[in-house]
């Protein structure tokens, strides 16, 4: 074959295998959505097929050839063609050395795990999790070993989210946080709170799936090729630029929980409908990090979700599905509302001020399992500990402590800290975004198409062309720098409770 026919044998495999993860993506949503609970362990195996044959897809003598030979000659591509190759090589010179019967394993322990991680948040119930995470914890120890032999194992699962990332760096930037924010946090606590007694409920489900809609117009997501469902922990899955689902959780006693996930998905699914479609059948159609994803749920979500002009522009309709709850309450109060900082148990509820606690929390713990300083049977007793520690209240059960995220379940371990990271991006990444766009007056007429074609431009349309340094360093002209998140959590909150 000469370069021209690799090439296009490149192209073609790439297509095999966006379809492959097609495949198995859909039968992870449908796993999570409708699924009858007795089918868990017949879906689990077929999930452990699928993996392995993406699996042999990918370290397939043939494709290792090619491969190979297209890494050596890659000064010689074009520019998403070398970074394909070179995206797809590191994956297999790290997945040749991982057995493929451990592959298979680690899918089918984890869709189990996941099965039982809900029953125990449902039952209130960790011992039903427990053998389940224990193994899924050996396993990625057996994993990191594998594709890193000798390195550290935690550092190693970091690496998996956000390339590049070790403790090392992300010790320094959680202690300014804990520095900067937990003294605010305390100023914060002992003003005088707004009043949140109109957010108590009850609100008709029915009403609430209204709202979804309509935020989600407003937002401006293409709903031919985004849908939204229901699951216990809400999320983002994408099978292809022309199809990513969204999920969130109504309570009937919560209107912003349903409200904010909404808002926070949609900024994950415009994200990925947006990528340019010449990377369509490319490894590289897709976000560029989870942090990088992050910053673009957070930045609407809070950032222009959470403001007072987007505030402004949603409560009318707020007010008209939920007169009664409403009655008296202006946009104003709505807006101090939403914006309350309590120290609170559930991480995707947490307010703007506290969330990186949460994180950090989580942080904590996985980092000492994989120094092999915690068992599993001390984890929800640790986990009370620490949130009494950094937040300072008390957990009264384990669904709404330590059972209560998915990510663990799905075997993601060194996942949560690109949570916080992501948030810290999202701040720089407004501030350079408000030089160039009047985000206020998109609040005011209700139409983002500028907020949405500035974030195509920077970010959206780039997938994973670009590392997440780089990104940042092209969307805001510097490079990371935390202290715009402190800052703009400061300028809010002494705003906010200045009164
Ligand atoms: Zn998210």
Redesign the pocket.
């Given at each position: 074959m000469n370069l021209e026919e690799k090439v296009i044998a490149l192209k073609e495999h790439q297509k095999k295998l966006k379809a492959y993860n097609h495949a198995s993506s859909l039968l992870f949503y449908d796993a999570s959505t409708s699924m009858p609970p007795g089918a868990a362990q017949s879906m689990s195996d077929t999930m452990g097929v699928i993996s392995g044959e993406i699996y042999s897809l990918t370290v397939n003598p043939t494709f290792q050839t090619l491969l190979h030979d297209l890494y050596a000659q890659r000064e010689m591509l074009d520019f998403q063609t070398r970074r394909e190759v070179e995206e797809l090589h590191l994956e297999q010179e790290k997945m040749k050395e991982v057995p493929k019967e451990e592959v298979i394993a680690m899918e089918e322990a984890q869709n189990l795990a996941n099965y039982n991680w809900e029953t125990a948040k449902k039952t209130n119930d960790f011992s039903v999790f427990a053998p389940h995470l224990e193994k899924l914890i050996a396993m990625k120890k057996r994993y990191a070993t594998y594709i890193n032999p000798g390195g550290d194992v935690y550092d190693t699962l970091l690496n998996e989210f956000e390339r590049g990332m070790t403790k090392a760096q992300m010790d320094p930037f959680f202690d300014a946080l804990r520095k900067n924010l937990v003294p605010l946090i305390k100023v914060v606590g002992e003003a005088a709170q707004p009043d949140t007694s109109f957010l108590a409920g009850p609100f008709d489900i029915a009403a609430q799936k209204a709202l979804s809609d309509y935020v989600m117009d407003v937002m401006g997501i293409d709903k031919n090729r985004c849908i939204l469902r229901e699951t216990e922990h809400p999320f983002t899955i994408e099978f292809s630029k022309d199809d990513v689902r969204i999920t969130t959780k109504y309570l009937e006693d919560d209107l912003t929980s349903n409200l904010f996930s909404v808002v926070?998905e949609s900024g994950?699914g415009m994200y990925e409908l947006s990528v340019d479609d010449a990377l369509r059948f490319s490894v590289l159609g897709a976000g560029a990090t989870t942090a990088i994803h992050?910053s673009q749920?957070r930045l609407w979500e809070n950032y222009i979700g959470r403001s007072l002009p987007f505030c402004k522009l949603i409560f009318p309709k707020v007010k008209e599905l939920f007169p009664m709850q409403m009655e008296g309450v202006t946009a104003e109060d709505f807006y101090r509302a939403v914006n309350v900082a309590k120290p609170s148990l559930i991480r995707t509820d947490a307010d703007e001020l506290t969330y990186a606690l949460h994180v950090m929390v989580r942080y904590e713990l996985e980092k000492r399992i994989f120094a092999e300083e915690l068992s599993v049977s001390d984890l929800p007793a640790e986990w009370n500990r620490l949130y009494k520690e950094y937040l300072g209240i008390d957990v009264p059960d384990d669904a709404r402590g330590v059972l209560q995220d998915a990510h663990w379940a799905g075997g993601a371990f060194g996942y949560f800290p690109s949570y916080a990271l992501g948030t810290a991006y999202s701040a720089q990444i407004y501030e350079a975004m408000r030089t160039a766009v009047d985000v206020d007056a998109c609040c005011e007429k209700g139409d983002f198409a500028p907020v949405r074609q500035w974030l195509t431009e920077k970010i959206y349309r780039h997938g994973m062309l670009y590392t997440a340094e780089e990104l940042i360093e092209m969307t805001c002209g510097a490079a990371f720098d935390p202290a715009c998140y402190v800052t703009y959590l400061e300028r809010k909150f002494s705003t906010l409770y200045a009164r």
């Open positions: 926070h994950h992050e749920s």
